[in-house]
């Protein structure tokens, strides 16, 4: 089964930096699109950034020149590099990745906490 396990969430003060990493296993198909959403108490799940096979990078204007998202295919990682964090930066972040072929077609990890303090 496919599965996304992400790690690097955790506490930091505002213009501190943390790097998120979400790993897929299982999968025995092309991952296409890999990304990071977040999600904060009372608000929609929103794109930060993704990534596609090629390396094409799409953010959300709230996070550009502070993040940056890359990946390694041959790892099936993708990674979020997180600096000059704002307390608005606080949510849970959740990888996505796109496997068109597979049986959902695109998968979840479980999510990791990210709070910024003032």
């Known amino acids: 089964q496919v599965q996304l396990v992400e790690s690097g969430g955790g506490l930091v003060q505002a213009g501190g930096s943390l790097r998120l990493s979400c790993v897929v296993s299982g999968s025995s198909f092309h991952i296409n699109v890999m990304g990071w959403y977040r999600q904060a108490p009372g608000k929609q799940r929103e794109l930060v950034a993704d990534?596609?096979?090629?390396?094409?990078?799409n953010y959300a204007d709230s996070v550009k020149g502070r993040f940056s998202i890359s990946r390694d295919n041959a790892k099936n990682t993708v990674c979020l590099q997180m600096n000059s964090l704002k307390p608005e930066d606080t949510a849970v972040y959740y990888c996505?990745?796109?496997?068109?072929?597979?049986?959902?077609?695109?998968?979840w990890g479980q999510g990791t906490q990210v709070t910024v303090s003032s």
């Open positions: 996505k990745a796109e496997i068109p072929g597979s049986r959902w077609g695109n998968y």
């Open positions: 990534i596609t096979s090629g390396g094409l990078t």
